[in-house]
């Protein structure tokens, strides 16, 4: 088990995200679906706390998937299915086998800036073609505005993720909100976490 102490301080913050706008479909059961799923400790928190999703957690790296498994047999939750090996900048045909309009939910927790502009691509294109209509893609993450990164802190952030791979980096939510409308999404909520993260609430049309 993978242990992500950033994980350990943010699930409950964006667990009120997801209980928030959700709480008008609480009476029905959801799928759900989460990008770049990490140690696992997100999805199977989530889980434990609403228990009206069922989590396909996904993830582009094996041993990622070796903890998820290990959380799901620790924590014993019931509504998270095994993980699934997932290349979020593959076309969504090769999405694990997941189907067209087949989620209601698709998350994708701090992925965004550690992933090239083909990755972005892909989870939008993805869940354009996932999502059920009315569905929901939730990112969380430090962001640009406007082409302006701030505070400092978020400045040296990209500076440090661009060392790791150039194409990484903080993208910026304009870049986002067009890649969401050419794919039938449009940016419903920009929910300000801290002084550093936002959660963006992209809605299917």
Not at 103 to 111: G, K, P, T
Not at 143 to 163: M, Q, T, Y
Not at 171 to 186: E, H, S, W
Request: charged share 20%; hydrophobic share 40%.
């Amino acid at each position: 088990m993978l242990l992500s102490p950033r994980a350990e301080r943010n699930w409950e913050a964006l667990c009120s995200v997801l209980e928030d706008v959700l709480e008008d479909q609480s009476h029905r059961q959801l799928s759900a679906l989460e990008l770049g799923s990490g140690t696992g400790q997100h999805v199977t928190r989530f889980a434990q706390k609403i228990p009206f999703i069922t989590w396909q957690p996904s993830d582009i790296k094996e041993e990622h998937c070796d903890s998820i498994r290990a959380y799901i047999a620790a924590t014993q939750v019931k509504t998270v299915l095994q993980p699934v090996l997932l290349d979020a900048s593959d076309p969504w045909e090769k999405w694990a086998g997941l189907s067209l309009n087949s989620c209601d939910l698709i998350v994708a927790i701090n992925l965004l800036q550690y992933s090239s502009f083909k990755t972005a691509q892909g989870v939008f294109s993805g869940a354009g073609q996932i999502l059920r209509q009315n569905g929901l893609l939730i990112t969380y993450g430090a962001f640009a505005v406007n082409g302006i990164i701030a505070p400092s802190c978020n400045e040296h952030l990209d500076e440090e993720i661009r060392k790791l791979n150039p194409e990484w980096g903080l993208p910026d939510i304009d870049v986002l909100r067009q890649l969401a409308y050419g794919n039938g999404l449009r940016l419903e909520r920009m929910i300000e976490m801290d002084d550093y993260h936002k959660s963006l609430i992209f809605r299917k049309l």
